[in-house]
């Protein structure tokens, strides 16, 4: 029980106040799904230890709620009340009887948006960063949203799981939309393709099925094609919704895990009509890439981000965008929550049971990651040499092997055959060095995080 309470409850007046208007304020009234959550939430005023005391009318919606719409919720109380506030949630089965409460009025959109495209508006051309990894990704979805169903039809992008794919396909759909907002442009994953036309050989409503995807549709996006593989009808189906869509102009993006070539069970014709246009593949971001995701992301929450921290977390995590942009809003919404400064060590407390732990790290494993890293033996590594690129690599070594170690600088020095006065000076070095020096930081960076996986 807190010492002193988080809200008066004399004030439960001005909170259910500021829960109305909470619920009406972008952060919550911006998605359709998330007002119809926060619909059947009922504010009940303040409990004895000063939290806003919420009713729901099962378990199920207080724990998804709270599992995946909590930091919502919290910082939209807090704006509206200027303080600090925690959650109780309260089951209240009564609540199931009555009909949930009309979401508030929203303002009117800019620019309407027809419900059925399903696009994210957040997932637009500005807000996605170009950079080597996926720039040929990227210049070939602008090339479609600028000429659709003329330049790169289909456009076939693959990659790993969190990378931008989905975010390209958004994007092409809403600058369609933009430039026409009479266009009529379907995004669905393939398992949701194949589950509806599944239900429309059942209903015996593949007439409608087939007007949707053919003559209706002005644009086909459609995401994750691999689990098609070993579907026959639902491949057959959607090979004749291809070629209807590619002899009439319209375009086809279509993104994939992997090229059409090794999607298991995937018929031969669809192979070679995906390949008939461009394939591009988009590759895990670089130290750089990532620190700029992090930035351009932090521009859209108003947040001064500052290096340190995003390299932090560039460094932390490596292979996938939205575990970046996970570890953002979770960062976020602790600081805007707790006012606390934004530091390195913020974050690491913040992130601590987010990340996966790193593995103990060993001298050894050390000189083998970085020896790697410069194409180098282990034998040049640890051995007399001079030459420059040995002797950088050499103090990285040691440098990591401080900082990431709990090895002492004797103990390092054995395993460079080194007494431990060079180990000492490699550190210093290599540290004062990191300021001015942004490739050997980089280098740094890169390691490190290689090393923390």
Not at 56 to 71: A, E, G, L, S, T
Not at 218 to 239: P, R, V, W
Not at 251 to 276: M, N
Not at 287 to 298: D, G, N, P, Q, W
Request: charged share 25%.
């Amino acid at each position: 029980m807190c010492a002193s309470p988080l809200v008066p409850r004399t004030d439960s007046e001005r909170v259910l106040a500021a829960f109305d208007r909470a619920v009406a304020s972008p952060r919550l009234s911006g998605s359709a799904y998330l007002q119809g959550l926060v619909g059947r939430i009922r504010c009940q005023g303040v409990s004895e230890e000063g939290r806003v005391q919420l009713a729901v009318q099962d378990k199920f919606y207080r724990d998804f709620i709270d599992d995946h719409f909590r930091v919502d919720l919290l910082c939209a109380l807090q704006a509206e009340l200027g303080s600090e506030v925690d959650i109780e949630w309260v089951v209240d089965e009564g609540l199931k009887a009555k009909a949930p409460v009309a979401p508030p009025p929203m303002p009117p959109p800019v620019r309407s948006v027809p419900e059925r495209t399903r696009l994210d508006e957040k997932f637009v051309f500005d807000t996605f960063v170009s950079a080597p990894s996926n720039q040929l990704a990227y210049a070939g979805a602008r090339a479609v949203a600028d000429n659709p169903g003329t330049a790169f039809n289909p456009l076939f992008i693959y990659g790993g799981t969190g990378l931008g794919k989905t975010h390209l396909l958004h994007a092409i759909g809403n600058s369609l939309l933009q430039k026409d907002s009479s266009r009529r442009i379907v995004y669905v994953s393939s398992e949701e393709f194949m589950n509806e036309f599944i239900v429309s050989v059942r209903d015996h409503r593949m007439p409608e099925f087939r007007r949707k995807y053919r003559e209706q549709c002005d644009g086909l996006l459609i995401d994750d094609i691999q689990f098609l593989g070993s579907k026959e009808s639902t491949q057959d189906e959607f090979f004749f919704t291809f070629n209807a869509l590619q002899m009439a102009g319209k375009p086809v993006a279509i993104t994939s895990d992997t090229v059409p070539s090794e999607i298991p069970g995937l018929a031969d014709r669809l192979r070679s009509r995906f390949s008939s246009g461009l394939i591009a593949d988009i590759q895990e971001p670089d130290f750089e890439t990532r620190v700029a995701i992090l930035k351009k992301k932090a521009e859209l929450l108003d947040l001064a981000l500052p290096d340190a921290v995003a390299h932090y977390i560039a460094r932390i995590i490596q292979k996938n965008v939205r575990e970046l942009q996970m570890a953002l809003n979770r960062v976020y919404a602790h600081h805007s929550l707790t006012r606390q400064p934004l530091t390195e060590e913020f974050a690491a407390h913040i992130l601590k049971n987010v990340l996966p732990p790193s593995r103990p790290l060993d001298v050894e494993q050390i000189q083998k990651e970085v020896a790697r890293y410069y194409k180098l033996s282990e034998a040049d590594l640890k051995g007399p040499r001079r030459q420059k690129q040995f002797v950088r690599a050499r103090q990285v070594a040691m440098f990591l092997a401080r900082t990431m170690t709990s090895s002492s600088f004797p103990e390092i020095g054995d395993r460079f055959h080194r007494d431990h006065s060079t180990v000492m000076s490699s550190c210093e070095k290599v540290e004062a060095e990191m300021e001015t020096d942004l490739q050997l930081k980089k280098e740094v960076d890169d390691l490190t995080g290689r090393l923390a996986r």
